[in-house]
């Protein structure tokens, strides 16, 4: 596979930094954004996607919500669609998830529903979505039907016009280019982004949505006078 | 005939007609073999992608084995702790249940640690992150202290180690339920049904690590083992559940009703208001906090075992039925080997690709594992109590009557 390109669409995050100056994200997943094998909480995806996104955008008020629990189905994550995402009135939901459907193979036809449900959830709340793509695995034979569950992802987000982070792709890319140790790469549990893997993904993200945003006029948060000190 | 009448007073006042005829009380096997077979399908189903799982009853319903333990946890804590407070009173049936409780803590955490031994040992000898993610035991590897914490508080539970600590919380509401259900059954499943309204409504739960709640909410679930409670109050008064052939009729249309919607793809009514609803009720029901179907899916199947299934011994007689009251009454150990087998079973699972045949025999296998040691701890029990019994017969007198649920 080669490198996919990325670069979603983002008219709801570049509204909000014109309008208030504020861009407010949740990172919707289960261990991988929660911070499996990261050395300290700091060290997640969504916390350096913070940090990376402030840098970035000068004068904006970015914050990135970490809602992973490990261990969580798409299902377990379309109920916490309302209270977490929703509720929160952020401009970008990051899903990551479908890992934990493809262990359980719960069905590829109602994985899609799923997929469909949280989607139009978003959709219709108004919320930019970024799909974020499965991890790359040593050794896929273990879960038969895992590339028919990727499958099922990549195919929604096709067809729902929702833009793939190419997670896999990049982690496949590492490990071919060796890059990382096989122990930075996964860690003392087999495949986890350690720190550094979450380092990566993060300012991938971050590139990603800085170019989908486009440049933008900031209005200064609050819209007030910065006070000198 | 009479039973009706002194069914709505008992479910008004707690309390049967002073001339009603009652049934005789004994160990009604029915609750062992139930609660054995629901052990069995907790065991298969903790193995998700395994092919026997796709033959389970939540294929088929929208209530699962989690609906039935719970129901019957409140039926036997009746029949053991209610007997107990109505026999010795308050102070030693309070007694026993803390002891109860603080065995099944220990059980929760021995089961805890011993879950973490086994995934650490699969990821550091197969460098498979997976069985981390699926067990969601990140936070023991990651922040060991802690997580340790989390787990003696009960606010951390990986995952399938989540129906123990439910059952803890649930045991230790019993005195409280049993007194108001002593009181009037109608009144107390009202105020349960409002508790787990409210608890909707401002969405009220228990924490779970640093971002989760209990898998099992124990505001909603209290519904299931209050209801349990209910029916174990009516055994132990000797209530007849009276002869309701439209009730009967009832329950079985929404059985099949629920049968033909989970096993069905789409909306087989064409009726397209109804679109959603069949859409979300096949993509899964909501177990976290309860969903009326699944109420009215395991009361319904409540109500036609109470009134169908023979009572008394009848159901363990043959072997079938006597392998699963084994493990039925060994339930705290029968549960616990299972869950270690289960997430053994689910990283023999992987490690050999789903092979059927591999399946097959793992499933076999732990299925005889359990119902053995039902067989076992049963046939020990009765060996060591013989020894015990011929020291201590004399000077005790009269034994209570053993309850239908083991505490041991």
Same mark, same amino acid.
């Given at each position: 596979?080669?490198?996919?390109?990325?670069?979603?669409?983002?008219?709801?995050?570049?509204?909000?930094?014109?309008?208030?100056?504020?861009?407010?994200?949740?990172?919707?997943?289960?261990?991988?954004?929660?911070?499996?094998?990261?050395?300290?909480?700091?060290?997640?995806?969504?916390?350096?996607?913070?940090?990376?996104?402030?840098?970035?955008?000068?004068?904006?008020?970015?914050?990135?919500?970490?809602?992973?629990?490990?261990?969580?189905?798409?299902?377990?994550?379309?109920?916490?669609?309302?209270?977490?995402?929703?509720?929160?009135?952020?401009?970008?939901?990051?899903?990551?998830?479908?890992?934990?459907?493809?262990?359980?193979?719960?069905?590829?036809?109602?994985?899609?529903?799923?997929?469909?449900?949280?989607?139009?959830?978003?959709?219709?709340?108004?919320?930019?979505?970024?799909?974020?793509?499965?991890?790359?695995?040593?050794?896929?034979?273990?879960?038969?039907?895992?590339?028919?569950?990727?499958?099922?992802?990549?195919?929604?987000?096709?067809?729902?016009?929702?833009?793939?982070?190419?997670?896999?792709?990049?982690?496949?890319?590492?490990?071919?280019?060796?890059?990382?140790?096989?122990?930075?790469?996964?860690?003392?549990?087999?495949?986890?982004?350690?720190?550094?893997?979450?380092?990566?993904?993060?300012?991938?993200?971050?590139?990603?949505?800085?170019?989908?945003?486009?440049?933008?006029?900031?209005?200064?948060?609050?819209?007030?006078?910065?006070?000198?000190? | 005939?009479?039973?009706?009448?002194?069914?709505?007073?008992?479910?008004?006042?707690?309390?049967?007609?002073?001339?009603?005829?009652?049934?005789?009380?004994?160990?009604?096997?029915?609750?062992?073999?139930?609660?054995?077979?629901?052990?069995?399908?907790?065991?298969?189903?903790?193995?998700?992608?395994?092919?026997?799982?796709?033959?389970?009853?939540?294929?088929?319903?929208?209530?699962?084995?989690?609906?039935?333990?719970?129901?019957?946890?409140?039926?036997?804590?009746?029949?053991?702790?209610?007997? %107990?407070?109505?026999?010795? *009173?308050? $102070?030693?049936?309070?007694?026993?249940?803390?002891? &109860? =409780?603080?065995? /099944?803590?220990? !059980?929760?955490?021995?089961?805890?640690?011993?879950?973490?031994?086994?995934?650490?040992?699969?990821?550091?000898?197969?460098?498979?992150?997976?069985?981390?993610?699926?067990?969601?035991?990140?936070?023991?590897?990651?922040?060991?202290?802690?997580?340790?914490?989390?787990?003696?508080?009960?606010?951390?539970?990986?995952?399938?180690?989540?129906?123990?600590?439910?059952?803890?919380?649930?045991?230790?509401?019993?005195?409280?339920?049993?007194?108001?259900?002593?009181?009037?059954?109608?009144?107390?499943?009202?105020?349960?049904?409002?508790?787990?309204?409210?608890?909707?409504?401002?969405?009220?739960?228990?924490?779970?690590?640093?971002?989760?709640?209990?898998?099992?909410?124990?505001?909603?679930?209290?519904?299931?083992?209050? %209801?349990?409670?209910?029916? *174990?109050? $009516?055994?132990?008064?000797?209530?007849?559940?009276? &002869? =309701?052939?439209? /009730?009967?009729? !009832?329950?079985?249309?929404?059985?099949?009703?629920?049968?033909?919607?989970?096993?069905?793809?789409?909306?087989?009514?064409?009726?397209?208001?109804?679109?959603?609803?069949?859409?979300?009720?096949?993509?899964?029901?909501?177990?976290?906090?309860?969903?009326?179907?699944?109420?009215?899916?395991?009361?319904?199947?409540?109500?036609?075992?109470?009134?169908?299934?023979?009572?008394?011994?009848?159901?363990?007689?043959?072997?079938?039925?006597?392998?699963?009251?084994?493990?039925?009454?060994?339930?705290?150990?029968?549960?616990?080997?299972?869950?270690?087998?289960?997430?053994?079973?689910?990283?023999?699972?992987?490690?050999?690709?789903?092979?059927?045949?591999?399946?097959?025999?793992?499933?076999?296998?732990?299925?005889?594992? %359990?119902?053995?040691?039902?067989?076992?701890?049963?046939?020990?029990?009765?060996?060591?109590? &013989?020894?015990?019994?011929?020291?201590? !017969?004399?000077?005790?007198?009269?034994?209570?009557?053993?309850?239908?649920?083991?505490?041991?």
């Amino acid at each position: 596979m080669t490198k996919a390109a990325f670069q979603p669409n983002l008219p709801a995050a570049r509204k909000a930094l014109q309008e208030t100056g504020r861009l407010t994200i949740v990172a919707l997943g289960s261990s991988a954004t929660a911070g499996s094998g990261a050395s300290a909480e700091d060290k997640s995806y969504p916390a350096v996607l913070q940090a990376e996104l402030s840098r970035r955008l000068p004068g904006a008020e970015v914050q990135v919500l970490n809602k992973g629990v490990g261990g969580q189905s798409a299902y377990d994550m379309l109920l916490r669609m309302q209270a977490d995402v929703i509720d929160e009135k952020p401009a970008i939901v990051i899903w990551q998830t479908v890992i934990n459907d493809a262990i359980r193979d719960i069905g590829e036809e109602k994985l899609a529903k799923i997929l469909n449900k949280g989607i139009g959830k978003a959709r219709a709340a108004g919320i930019d979505m970024i799909l974020m793509d499965l991890p790359w695995l040593p050794r896929e034979g273990r879960y038969p039907h895992y590339d028919d569950y990727r499958a099922v992802l990549v195919k929604t987000a096709r067809d729902q016009g929702i833009s793939l982070f190419p997670r896999y792709a990049m982690m496949k890319g590492w490990s071919n280019s060796r890059q990382f140790t096989p122990e930075e790469l996964v860690g003392m549990d087999g495949l986890h982004l350690v720190d550094a893997g979450y380092r990566c993904l993060a300012l991938r993200l971050a590139d990603g949505i800085v170019a989908g945003i486009g440049p933008v006029r900031i209005e200064a948060a609050g819209g007030g006078v910065k006070p000198t000190n | 005939m009479s039973s009706q009448p002194s069914f709505r007073r008992f479910l008004l006042l707690g309390r049967p007609a002073v001339d009603a005829v009652l049934a005789a009380p004994g160990r009604d096997a029915r609750i062992d073999v139930i609660r054995g077979l629901a052990l069995l399908i907790i065991f298969i189903n903790h193995m998700p992608g395994n092919v026997v799982s796709a033959y389970m009853p939540h294929n088929f319903g929208f209530s699962d084995a989690a609906d039935i333990f719970v129901l019957l946890a409140g039926v036997s804590a009746t029949l053991a702790y209610g007997g %107990l407070i109505e026999q010795r *009173g308050f $102070a030693v049936a309070g007694l026993k249940l803390g002891a &109860r =409780l603080w065995t /099944l803590y220990i !059980a929760h955490i021995a089961v805890f640690i011993i879950v973490c031994g086994v995934v650490a040992t699969a990821v550091t000898r197969t460098q498979n992150p997976l069985y981390i993610e699926a067990i969601n035991i990140q936070p023991f590897f990651r922040d060991t202290v802690e997580a340790l914490i989390g787990a003696l508080t009960l606010t951390y539970q990986p995952s399938y180690l989540d129906i123990l600590p439910l059952y803890i919380v649930l045991l230790g509401l019993f005195p409280a339920i049993y007194y108001a259900a002593r009181l009037s059954p109608l009144l107390t499943l009202g105020f349960s049904l409002t508790i787990w309204q409210a608890a909707l409504v401002f969405e009220l739960n228990l924490p779970n690590g640093s971002a989760g709640t209990w898998f099992f909410n124990p505001f909603a679930w209290q519904v299931v083992f209050t %209801l349990g409670v209910v029916i *174990g109050r $009516a055994a132990q008064l000797g209530i007849r559940a009276p &002869r =309701l052939i439209w /009730l009967d009729l !009832a329950a079985v249309a929404f059985i099949a009703f629920a049968w033909v919607v989970k096993v069905s793809s789409g909306n087989p009514t064409g009726i397209g208001a109804l679109n959603d609803w069949f859409d979300s009720v096949q993509l899964g029901s909501d177990k976290t906090n309860l969903a009326w179907t699944r109420l009215l899916h395991i009361g319904a199947l409540a109500w036609l075992a109470i009134r169908w299934l023979p009572a008394g011994a009848t159901l363990a007689k043959a072997a079938p039925g006597r392998i699963l009251a084994h493990a039925g009454q060994n339930s705290l150990h029968v549960f616990c080997a299972g869950i270690v087998l289960s997430i053994s079973g689910q990283i023999v699972l992987a490690e050999t690709s789903f092979d059927l045949g591999v399946q097959l025999l793992i499933c076999t296998a732990g299925v005889t594992i %359990l119902t053995g040691l039902g067989i076992f701890l049963s046939w020990y029990r009765s060996i060591t109590k &013989r020894g015990a019994s011929a020291e201590s !017969a004399p000077a005790r007198g009269a034994q209570l009557p053993r309850p239908s649920l083991s505490s041991r």
